[in-house]
């Protein structure tokens, strides 16, 4: 016992927040005061094995020489550490000085350092927090920016699909110099049928004369150059819908009807994207995550350890059993001899 130094401990409550939507939560209990969604256990599991891990050993071991720090006068050999102790002994013996409590109920950690100064457990648990809140933003910024670079790469294909089919579009009618096939074609039709129709009129009128008047007839003559002018122009019309050539309207219509579709399909992709992409934002701003310090660390005015009070009294305990059990054998042995 009077080789023990004296040990102080500094201790603080942390617990991992989600950012959310709703600014009072369904729950009750901590979750409801702080405003937040309830950290589930994987959160405050993965910040245990963070704080208890080499990375964070080695982020502060520049700063607070734990071979030196934990090395009073060598007097103490079960609590100071070799001051040639190895990287995989200095973690061991950090995960002796710094105590992670988890309530399962709330997931609250209890975060406690212990040292030799009293100054120096306090400042180890603080810069402990400080690098446990970088560690839980760069993981929850990490998340979210993978998040967002997805959603940001599927915007951008889209977009560039989107104007090469625009570019296709413009071409195509760039070069047959019409703008819309199909609203040609119908135009042709109507015309076709206005003259059909006028071309029944005609024949009509030319069975009429017929019925007194000789086919040589001036009048019937003249009829019937009419009809053939309209005959003429319908198939002229009917020409410029159907043909083997690549440049009538028919081709050019189914041509034009997939190289719309294909702007059309390159549209609706590019709002569904574009919707993705403010989903993906709004998601990963509901995912991000914050540690709060619900007790801050302090500065300890009297050690915790050693307990002398418990040594001594269980000290004592034992010498009185040892020294039972020496008189019950030499009062069996007394028997014996009798």
């Known amino acids: 016992m009077t080789l023990a130094h004296p040990r102080f401990i500094s201790t603080a409550d942390v617990v991992v927040k989600q950012v959310s939507e709703s600014s009072v939560p369904s729950g009750g209990g901590l979750s409801a005061l702080l405003g937040v969604n309830s950290t589930s256990k994987e959160d405050a599991t993965y910040l245990t094995e963070y704080i208890l ?72 648990n603080k810069a402990i927090l400080s690098e446990s809140e970088q560690f839980v933003n760069r993981i929850s910024q990490e998340v979210a920016r993978d998040q967002l670079v997805f959603a940001e790469t599927q915007l951008d294909e889209s977009q560039d699909r989107l104007n090469d089919a625009k570019e296709q579009l413009l071409n195509y009618q760039n070069e047959n110099e019409i703008y819309d096939p199909q609203a040609n074609a119908q135009i042709v039709n109507q015309l076709i049928g206005s003259l059909q129709a006028q071309l029944s009129s005609l024949r009509t009128e030319e069975r009429q004369l017929l ?103 269980t000290s004592l305990a034992l010498l009185l059993m040892l020294y039972g059990f020496v008189r019950l054998v030499m009062a069996v042995v007394r028997d014996h001899r009798s």
Request: aromatic letters at 10%; proline letters at 4%; zero cysteines.
């Open 53 to 124: 891990s080499n990375d964070i050993v080695k982020r502060l071991d520049n700063k607070f020489k734990f071979r030196e720090a934990y090395h009073v006068d060598g007097s103490d050999p079960l609590n100071e550490i070799d001051p040639d102790a190895s990287q995989e002994d200095l973690l061991e013996y950090f995960k002796s000085r710094v105590h992670i409590n988890l309530d399962e109920q709330s997931y609250v950690l209890s975060v406690s350092t212990e040292a030799f100064d009293s100054a120096y457990a306090f400042e180890l």
């Open 211 to 313: 019925s007194y008047l000789n086919p040589d007839a001036p009048q019937v003559v003249s009829l019937r150059s009419q009809i053939k002018a309209v005959e003429e122009q319908i198939n002229q019309e009917q020409t410029k819908l159907t043909s083997p050539n690549t440049t009538k309207l028919n081709r050019q219509a189914v041509q034009f009807e997939t190289i719309k579709a294909d702007v059309e399909f390159a549209t609706e992709l590019y709002k569904l994207s574009l919707s993705s992409l403010e989903k993906a934002r709004l998601e990963a701003f509901k995912k991000m995550k914050n540690l709060i310090v619900i007790s801050t660390p302090y500065e300890a005015e009297e050690s915790s350890y050693p307990r002398h009070i418990y040594i001594i009294w």
